[in-house]
């Protein structure tokens, strides 16, 4: 006979399970594990505009694997039922503390599961409403709040995983993701409040 209490028990089983399984997955318990972050924690953040876009995510190395890591290690195409982390330790989350355009599409200010479909030639980049770090785990397309395609470009080569903010000006900034000898990315642009104070004092 099930009780409710078998059946919670095995709830929690399978939900631990599908953390040991996860891919780039990295957690404990708040004491010092027994060997450092493979793929460590890291965060970026920039101004752009009257804003702050803040990036969380785990930085997996190239170790050995360089020519292996785009196609194999992250498979192209959508290998995984679940779109690319675009990190480690659980989906990045990215964070605008304003309304801001992505490659001219409006995005709504606050936190997104920052994830990738990767490809040769195109990628999807996919921003969730689903922020939870491990919202990957849950991914549904239901909750994409803006899906983007960019084209991948040769870069100098990175052996650990960064994001980084280029082409900065005082109202936009491309944020990049940097690996290996690859970087995929988008433009990020802040409205311009000047135009709406200079509004207001013609109207005065």
């Known amino acids: 006979m099930i009780t409710k209490w078998t059946s919670k028990a095995v709830s929690i089983s399978l939900a631990l399970a599908m953390l040991m399984v996860a891919p780039g997955v990295w957690a404990?318990?708040?004491?010092?594990?027994?060997?450092?972050?493979?793929?460590?924690?890291?965060?970026?953040?920039?101004e752009v505009g009257y804003g702050k876009v803040t990036v969380d995510f785990g930085r997996p190395g190239v170790k050995g694997r360089r020519g292996k890591i785009w196609g194999e290690l992250v498979k192209y195409n959508g290998g995984d039922p679940r779109p690319w982390l675009a990190g480690a330790n659980g989906n990045a989350i990215i964070t605008f503390s304003e309304d801001v355009k992505v490659n001219a599409h409006d995005v709504a200010a606050g936190s997104y599961g920052l994830m990738m479909i990767p490809s040769e030639k195109t990628w999807v980049i996919i921003f969730s409403k689903n922020s939870n770090k491990l919202g990957i785990l849950k991914y549904t397309k239901e909750e994409d709040a803006l899906r983007i395609e960019v084209s991948p470009e040769r870069a100098d080569y990175q052996e650990w995983l960064i994001y980084e903010f280029e082409k900065r000006s005082d109202l936009s900034a491309s944020l990049n993701l940097h690996w290996e000898s690859l970087k995929v990315g988008f433009e990020i642009v802040a409205a311009d409040h000047r135009k709406a104070e200079d509004s207001k004092d013609e109207k005065h």
């Open 28 to 46: 404990h318990d708040g004491k010092h594990p027994e060997k450092p972050n493979p793929s460590p924690n890291a965060t970026v953040s920039q």
